[in-house]
């Protein structure tokens, strides 16, 4: 993951976020995403490669009650 820091901000400050996957290519999912201020000023940007189905935690069960 490669993060820029392209201004600082207020604790508490709202901001808008997005992201997206843009790149699936066997076990790698390529990502980027952005953080804006209210304002439309950029404030942070991001990219990464992260393995998939690699055995690591399964993120898709995130939030659901655990069955006993």
Excluded: Q, W
């Excluded at 490669?2 to 290519?25: F, Q």
Aim: charged letters at 20%; glycine letters at 12%; one cysteine or more.
């Amino acid at each position: 993951l490669k993060t820029d820091y392209l201004r600082s901000i207020e604790i508490g400050a709202r901001v808008i976020c997005s992201a997206e996957c843009h790149s699936i290519n066997g076990n790698i999912a390529r990502t980027r995403g952005e953080i804006f201020d209210y304002d439309g000023r950029p404030l942070a940007s991001a990219t990464g490669a992260f393995m998939i189905a690699s055995g690591g935690p399964d993120f898709a069960s995130i939030g659901e009650t655990p069955t006993l």
